[in-house]
């Protein structure tokens, strides 16, 4: 079944399960706020990556890709001068049908998409094959950047690690998106598992590298 949505376009990937604050200051994303402020609960809308264009201004989004991932908002605070800071967690993925410009922000016709683990027994093996591809790049992080990098515990339910190891990984936005758009967790673990084999190359064979903080939640410019 398709449903409306509202979308906020971003240049970023949500994958389900991980959370995501947002400063809005835009007018047309206020009145988004607003509006889920007078809806009822949960309020949710759509995080979906921009393909070409940028996040602000009237005309900055040109292209969207077809997958996104629905927000749910936990908390909302604003601002005197009536900007809102939103903490928001991802739900499910979702396809994108249709795009509404009637309002000043966008809307979406949206098809929710089943998450398929296919055999448990080649998942689970492949999780545990991620997990160690995964610790050997967070190694080699930590040699570029001449420190320590502490994180939790991965998770060993493949489609948890599947979207945790998506979201933590310095790549490119088209990688990113092709992850949260694999059709099952098997296929993105394959797929986490060759990115990581050549991200922990090219890390081991050049000077230097950002590393990720995974304690700082970074807010999107919009």
């Given at each position: 079944m398709s449903d409306?949505?509202?979308?906020f ?11 995501l604050?947002?400063?809005v200051f835009?007018e047309?994303?206020?009145q988004?706020?607003?509006?889920l402020?007078?809806?009822p609960?949960?309020?949710?809308f759509?995080?979906?990556a921009i ?10 989004v040109?292209?969207?890709?077809d997958i996104?991932c629905?927000a749910?908002?936990?908390q909302?605070?604003e ?6 800071d939103?903490?928001?967690?991802g739900?499910?993925?979702?396809r994108?049908?249709s795009?509404d410009?009637?309002?000043p ?5 949206i098809?929710?998409?089943?998450e ?11 999780a545990?094959r ?6 050997g790049?967070?190694?080699a992080l930590a040699d ?10 991965l998770?060993?339910e ?8 998506g979201a933590?990984?310095i ?5 990113r998106?092709?992850?949260l758009a ?6 993105r673990?394959?797929a986490e598992?060759?990115l990581?084999t ?5 890390l081991r ?12 939640e970074p807010?999107?410019?919009?």
């Amino acid at each position: 079944m398709s449903d409306m949505l509202p979308l906020f376009p971003l240049s970023t990937v949500l994958f389900p399960g991980m959370r995501l604050p947002l400063h809005v200051f835009e007018e047309r994303y206020r009145q988004l706020v607003a509006d889920l402020l007078t809806g009822p609960e949960p309020r949710r809308f759509g995080i979906i990556a921009i393909r070409k264009g940028r996040e602000t201004g009237t005309e900055g989004v040109t292209a969207l890709y077809d997958i996104g991932c629905v927000a749910t908002v936990r908390q909302i605070a604003e601002r005197e001068d009536g900007r809102y800071d939103l903490q928001t967690v991802g739900a499910q993925r979702f396809r994108l049908l249709s795009l509404d410009k009637s309002l000043p922000y966008f809307q979406g016709e949206i098809e929710p998409l089943a998450e398929e683990a296919g055999d448990p027994a080649i998942a689970a093996r492949l999780a545990q094959r991620v997990q160690a591809a995964f610790r050997g790049y967070l190694n080699a992080l930590a040699d570029r950047g001449g420190g320590m990098i502490n994180v939790a515990s991965l998770p060993d339910e493949p489609e948890l690690l599947s979207y945790v190891v998506g979201a933590a990984m310095i790549i490119d936005l088209p990688d990113r998106q092709a992850l949260l758009a694999a059709p099952d967790v098997i296929i993105r673990l394959k797929a986490e598992r060759s990115l990581l084999t050549r991200e922990t190359a090219m890390l081991r064979a050049t000077t230097s590298r950002p590393a990720p903080d995974f304690n700082y939640e970074p807010h999107s410019p919009n």
